[in-house]
């Protein structure tokens, strides 16, 4: 059972360059999310969807597009990255509303220069 | 402003001793509370979660407790090992029921 998926484990951008981070789960779970995580600063939400169609922002959604077309997969794109964005990024699932256990993947690690 | 707070220095304590670790929460009302290991390189492990109707949560070596008039939650591991080495992450319920909120987790080191 592979869990949440996310590729890739690294990356590096230009300020400017624009890129999707995938995230994909195989739990048929409804909701599913998108942390950052920066030093001191812990996990902060970016954006969530309770199913498929819809998604909404968390508290740090600027610079982030989200869409949720299937219940299995949740792709976070970066319009024009910036050296703020540098990064590890989380995707995270939940077979409830999202206020329960969440599974998360092994994370994105992203730097922009 | 609303946070939750968990001790932000490391935590070391000897094999076998009890770790007990704080999170403190201002301005929320959780139905929920949460918490969740994470080692380095690694995404959070759910651990636990306590209702804002019940008092303490247990399982195997690891309790929860949770006091909602003092909006605080003790995570207590009991005879604790060098592998229970990692930070440790509470988590609220916040705004309108889908949003997890974080604390930014307190590391424990448990020596030999």
């Known amino acids: 059972n592979a869990g949440v998926t996310q590729t890739p484990k690294f990356q590096v951008l230009k300020t400017g360059q624009s890129m999707t981070l995938q995230c994909a789960q ?29 998604t909404d922002q968390g508290e740090v959604p600027n610079g982030y597009n989200v869409s949720r077309s299937t219940t299995e997969d ?17 995707c995270a699932s939940s077979i409830g ?17 | 402003s609303q946070k939750i707070e968990q ?22 009302s959780p139905a929920y509370l949460q918490w969740y290991r994470q ?5 959070p492990v759910f651990l636990l979660l306590i209702r804002e109707n019940e008092k303490e949560k247990r399982k195997e070596r ?14 207590h591991i009991t005879a604790s090992q060098p592998a229970d080495s990692a930070t440790y ?7 309108g029921g889908n949003k997890l909120t974080f604390g930014t987790g307190t590391q424990l080191k448990v020596e030999l």
């Open chain 2, 39 to 43: 080692d380095p390189g690694r995404g």
């Open chain 2, 89 to 95: 992450l509470c988590a609220l319920d916040t705004g």
């Open chain 1, 26 to 54: 195989d739990m048929n779970h409804e909701y599913m999310s998108w942390y950052r995580q920066d030093p001191g600063m812990g996990l902060r939400l970016i954006h969530y969807s309770v199913g498929a169609g819809i």
């Open chain 2, 7 to 28: 001790n932000s220095e490391a935590l070391n304590i000897q094999e076998g001793k009890t770790a007990t670790l704080t999170c403190n929460y201002t301005n929320y």
């Open chain 1, 97 to 113: 509303t999202g206020r329960e256990k969440l599974f998360f993947g092994s994370g994105t690690q992203l730097s922009v220069l």
């Open chain 1, 74 to 90: 949740f792709p976070l794109r970066l319009l024009s990255a910036a050296p703020s964005q540098t990064s590890v990024y989380f």
């Open chain 2, 62 to 75: 690891l309790k929860v407790t949770f006091d909602t008039t003092l909006k605080q939650s003790l995570f």
